[in-house]
């Protein structure tokens, strides 16, 4: 099965930017979800891409977060913009079948 890598997480302040990638292993045509996880809470759904690029979002990313993909390089994206501390949290990436990545950590601190 797909085994997804995530990437790009780090430190931020608050109003910046980030970009994260999920490096899948085989193809990611189908839904691709990004979730991500304080300590202490249960995982939290933030946006996911269709096979058709059709996209949603948690109300509390909408217009800030963007999920996109290529194909091509089996890679997922979410752009993270105007970072908020309350954004701090590891971000993992899950495909169609349940398949997590390891997880990125972003902290948005100054």
């Known amino acids: 099965q797909v085994q997804l890598v995530e990437s790009g997480g780090g430190l931020v302040q608050p109003g910046g930017s980030l970009r994260l990638s999920c490096a899948a292993s085989g193809s990611i045509f189908n839904t691709m979800h990004w979730y991500r996880q304080t300590p202490g809470k249960d995982r939290e759904w933030v946006a996911s891409i269709s096979s058709y690029s059709a996209t949603n979002y948690a109300d509390s990313v909408k217009g800030r977060f963007t999920i996109s993909k290529d194909n091509a390089k089996n890679t997922l994206y979410l752009q993270m913009n105007s970072l908020k501390p309350e954004d701090t949290a590891v971000y993992f990436c899950?495909?169609?079948?349940?398949?997590w990545g390891q997880g990125t950590q972003v902290t948005v601190s100054s």
């Open positions: 899950r495909s169609w079948n349940g398949v």
